[in-house]
């Protein structure tokens, strides 16, 4: 290809067109985090609502992470044979159908909402954004294009629980869970009529090959650093969610906030994790970003540890919640890199990719949660802040091994 039809190739559309191209994607991802949200946020009733108690009705959200890597790892080739939009719509199916579960009285009820939930949410993102990153083909555009997929996912899980208190005093938390099931069959016609369109729609890009089961996974192993950025992306979710997971507690016993006031801090870690991931996806996403994407993400990697250290060691509530900001930040920064990468380097595998990554961001949520959890029992804040140490530390040491190979040499090891 010429140097000029490189450049042509590789143009970062204006990100209004971005928008309209890939619409349905943006709203089924921030629909996709709604019925976690509404367990989360009306704990109390639903666990009322089933006859059992708070912290039995809480645990079943592992199911969910329990699904979601199982799916994860066994359906992701499928999203490299089947269409991705084909694969979304189905999804979207079977969330609404468990939504319409989840109203059912008792704990069995619940159980099933929460592991058919997880199981959608393992098909939905890889599929959304495999289907955003081929809408445009080539990096840098794809990139963007899968990064602006997760980042209404983020916030989604910002600002989706306020949303859904308004509704809910007038139709309760099972309204919410209908009102969700209905969103989530209408937008399938939507979001099958977009994920038609195969990779490089415009003509700049061939659509990747349809490989057999076990080829998708060995395609994939052989992509140069995609193991590498499989491993950041499980360390990184290890730390980040297991800090969030006790980020409550923390606040209460350090600086004795309430409920309340907790919400302002969380509102604050959940916004800077928004605008981390979207100007991530904006800066990362250029001609030349490969080896500065790399080189962010080490440095945000190592950020976030001092970041960490601070909210647990910090002796006033400022530090601390400006700590929490930043650690937030730079966790959004490494995940719109790691995205951005695999969509670059792993264009013929890129649902595979894409699923694999979903799934080992949900077994780094359940063994960074266990982990510090277990951590905090046995030692306190302390030891659990140094098994979310050592989790950053795995996905650093991983992200450090990666190098910036050349074109030529990623496309010999993709056929």
Not at 303 to 317: E, K, Q
Request: glycine share 10%; hydrophobic share 55%; with cysteine.
């Amino acid at each position: 290809m010429r140097q000029t039809d490189l450049h042509t190739a590789h143009r970062l559309p204006s990100e209004r067109r971005i928008i309209a191209e890939i619409w349905p994607a943006l709203l089924a991802s921030a629909l996709g985090l709604l019925p976690f949200t509404v367990l989360s946020t009306f704990l109390v009733p639903i666990a009322d609502w089933a006859g059992a108690g708070y912290a039995e009705t809480g645990t079943l959200r592992g199911l969910a992470g329990i699904g979601a890597v199982l799916a994860g790892v066994a359906l992701a080739p499928l999203i490299g044979r089947i269409a991705p939009g084909a694969v979304a719509a189905a999804a979207l199916l079977l969330m609404g159908l468990a939504a319409i579960v989840g109203t059912f009285s008792g704990l069995a009820a619940l159980a099933v909402f929460c592991l058919a939930t997880g199981v959608s949410n393992a098909l939905l993102y890889p599929a959304l954004s495999t289907a955003a990153a081929d809408r445009f083909g080539t990096p840098p555009a794809a990139g963007r294009a899968a990064t602006m997929v997760m980042t209404a996912q983020t916030l989604a899980s910002t600002v989706g629980a306020p949303l859904l208190a308004l509704p809910a005093l007038f139709w309760g938390w099972q309204g919410n869970l209908v009102a969700i099931a209905v969103l989530s069959i209408a937008l399938i016609p939507a979001v099958l009529r977009y994920g038609r369109r195969g990779a490089g729609h415009a003509g700049d890009t061939p659509a990747p090959a349809r490989l057999g089961y076990l080829a998708a996974f060995r395609t994939l192993a052989g992509v140069p650093g995609a193991r590498a950025l499989l491993l950041v992306s499980f360390g990184r979710a290890g730390a980040f969610m297991g800090h969030l997971a006790f980020l409550a507690p923390l606040y209460a016993q350090k600086f004795s906030l309430d409920a309340n006031r907790f919400a302002f801090v969380w509102s604050v870690s959940g916004g800077a994790f928004f605008l981390g991931h979207l100007l991530a996806g904006r800066m990362l996403n250029t001609e030349d970003s490969p080896a500065r994407t790399r080189a962010v993400m080490v440095i945000s990697l190592g950020i976030s540890l001092v970041a960490l250290s601070g909210v647990y060691l910090a002796p006033v509530l400022p530090l601390a919640v400006a700590g929490t900001a930043v650690l937030s930040a730079s966790h959004a920064v490494v995940s719109a890199a790691v995205m951005s990468l695999l969509v670059s380097r792993c264009t013929q595998v890129r649902g595979t990719a894409l699923s694999l990554n979903a799934a080992g961001m949900s077994l780094g949520l359940f063994l960074g949660t266990a982990a510090s959890g277990a951590a905090l029992a046995a030692s306190g804040y302390l030891a659990a802040a140094a098994v979310l140490c050592a989790l950053t530390l795995v996905a650093l040491a991983a992200a450090l091994t990666l190098r910036t190979p050349s074109p030529a040499k990623t496309l010999e090891r993709q056929p």
